[in-house]
């Protein structure tokens, strides 16, 4: 921006800062609103918020984010024109200004000194790449899930947020919601017993390679940015049907399967087994309708879409010598002995809302804490839902070393830890 000089003559300056001075000398109205007054938050408290490709699941967590009164939301960043747009007005009208910025090219919204963190609800293709590019920018980050799409951007998430110390949240909001939490505490404080085996709902056990759909006529780059869509994966032409789809969702090379609710369901097994640090050491195909895994404790991963309880979407279940518990989306439990609750109350949530998440974000932005699922639990939980998915896809038995994050002895699996991205994109 081009710089003026401007001059003034002594006789109009001393006139002008007389009558500077008589506005300052009348008692000014401060809004108790920009004090921090009446219930508001004061600016200097407000965590300054952008969002990147918002749209379906991530309007619901937009909604939870601009309730937050201690929330600003500044700017929206989409390739898409249609939902910048439906973004800005809806945060406008939230707000009663035009403040909202709107960007297609993230590079420049992230380059903004004023932004503190960025909400990523992208198609997963991006969710990882986005992340790791925030963080450097200094941003913290909340990322729906799956977070990665592969072994090697798992690795590399934790890595990058370790060293820039940037704070981050993994969407897998069902650790915050207290009946879930309730029925890990029971397995890790020995209430279970010795806990034996841990059961996820994958939503999925299919494994497959990206798709190619027919081409169709490529819109301007204003309303769709189709190459910037694509990101760091493999060209493909055109086709309106992949821009609604989850594209990529769940990885290109070896996509969905247990990733797809695994993300969520595989994340509270870990949680349930006391490791978040680690991973399974073996993986098996699908057998008789599951999949399974081993922890080197001697825990058995469960992986299976059927014999659930009625307790909702999501379930899990947390098997001791002693006893069990299962718990679903319903906000309900399913105890093996009254006697597990030993008198106490536990919420019934139902519905997974993503508010308490949305606040555990919020107060380690402020704190510098971590919240429930920052990057090392998001890390070691996708690897397990990963090395799963590789299993499947191969067929066999796998060995992983989760210090080296390799598997034993078995070159093809190993190439699928991660795959080729496209220029000029990289992890």
């Not at 919204?109 to 200094?138: C, E, Q």
């Not at 594209?247 to 087994?273: I, P, R, T, Y």
């Not at 949530?349 to 920052?374: E, M, N, Q």
């Amino acid at each position: 921006m081009s710089k003026q000089v401007v001059r003034l003559h002594r006789r109009r300056f001393l006139q002008t800062a007389l009558q500077a001075s008589a506005v300052f000398a009348v008692p000014q109205v401060i809004p108790g609103s920009v004090l921090g007054r009446d219930g508001a938050v004061a600016p200097s408290e407000r965590v300054m918020l952008a969002g990147i490709g918002i749209g379906g699941r991530g309007s619901y967590v937009l909604g939870c984010f601009i309730d937050e009164p201690d929330v600003q939301f500044v700017a929206t960043c989409d390739v898409r024109a249609d939902r910048r747009e439906a973004v800005k007005r809806r945060v406008d009208a939230k707000y009663g200004n035009e403040a909202c910025l709107m960007y297609r090219d993230f590079e420049e919204m992230l380059g903004r000194p004023d932004i503190d963190a960025v909400l990523i609800t992208t198609g997963s293709n991006w969710h990882a790449l986005l992340s790791i590019y925030a963080a450097k920018a200094g941003k913290d980050v909340y990322c729906e899930k799956p977070c990665t799409k592969t072994i090697a951007e798992s690795v590399a998430l934790a890595e990058t947020f370790r060293r820039t110390g940037r704070v981050f949240q993994g969407g897998m909001q069902r650790r915050n919601l207290p009946h879930f939490e309730f029925a890990v505490e029971l397995a890790r404080q020995g209430k279970l017993g010795k806990l034996q085996a841990v059961h996820a709902h994958p939503g999925g056990l299919g494994t497959g390679t990206s798709g190619w759909s027919a081409a169709q006529p490529e819109p301007s780059v204003e309303e769709v940015d189709w190459d910037r869509y694509l990101g760091p994966a493999a060209w493909r032409p055109f086709n309106g049907g992949l821009l609604g789809s989850g594209f990529e969702k769940g990885g290109g090379m070896v996509g969905g399967g247990v990733l797809e609710w695994g993300s969520h369901c595989v994340d509270l097994c870990q949680w349930a087994n006391d490791a978040d640090a680690t991973a399974p050491v073996e993986y098996f195909p699908v057998e008789d309708g599951q999949a399974t895994a081993r922890y080197a404790n001697g825990v058995k991963l469960v992986m299976r879409n059927d014999g659930w309880l009625p307790l909702g979407s999501c379930p899990v279940r947390f098997e001791g010598d002693t006893g069990w518990v299962e718990a679903g989306d319903s906000g309900k439990l399913a105890l093996s002995s009254p006697a597990l609750l030993a008198g106490r109350r536990v919420a019934e949530i139902g519905g997974y809302p993503a508010t308490f998440h949305v606040r555990d974000f919020l107060d380690c932005v402020k704190s510098r804490g971590l919240p429930r699922v920052h990057a090392d639990v998001a890390c070691q939980s996708h690897i397990a839902c990963h090395a799963a998915n590789i299993a499947i896809f191969l067929g066999r038995k796998l060995a992983y070393d989760p210090q080296k994050n390799q598997f034993l002895d078995d070159d093809q699996a190993n190439r699928l830890r991660s795959e080729a991205i496209r220029d000029p994109w990289r992890v």
